[in-house]
């Protein structure tokens, strides 16, 4: 399987958290970084955040302000998106991709996830 696996995502109040993994395998393996970017209803895919294998660089959207975190386990090739005060807002379906350079547009990354949904009910 070369594609990451999202997994984590359910149904929540506001104010709940959530941690998601995206598991990555494959030619996944060779990639220098990994990125969560979400698609709410109506709207287009958008940036959330990123994180290097090598040495745990991370980049986060403004609007995640300070309540999502991103982290990785090199020994399992997984990587983590640890998201608390959750909004309605925030409801989406959160894909993980991989890819050979940092960066917060689409073009960054080769491999995707096939997603995993997130809903925040008010």
């Known amino acids: 399987q070369v594609q990451p696996v999202e997994s984590g995502g359910g149904l929540v109040q506001a104010g709940a958290s959530l941690r998601l993994s995206c598991a990555a395998s494959?030619?996944?393996?060779?990639?220098?970084?990994m990125g969560w970017f979400r698609r709410a209803p109506g709207k287009e895919r958008e940036f959330v955040a990123s994180?290097?294998?090598?040495?745990?660089?991370?980049y986060y959207a403004e609007f995640v302000r300070g309540r999502f975190t991103i982290s990785r386990d090199n020994a399992k090739n997984t990587v983590y998106l640890q998201m608390n005060s959750l909004k309605p807002e925030d409801t989406a379906v959160y894909y993980c991709?991989?890819?050979?350079?940092?960066?917060?547009?689409?073009?960054?990354?080769?491999?995707w996830g096939r997603g995993t949904q997130v809903s925040v009910s008010s």
């Open positions: 494959g030619r996944t393996f060779w990639s220098r970084v």
């Open positions: 991709a991989a890819g050979v350079r940092g960066g917060s547009t689409e073009r960054d990354y080769a491999y």
């Open positions: 994180i290097t294998w090598s040495d745990a660089s991370a």
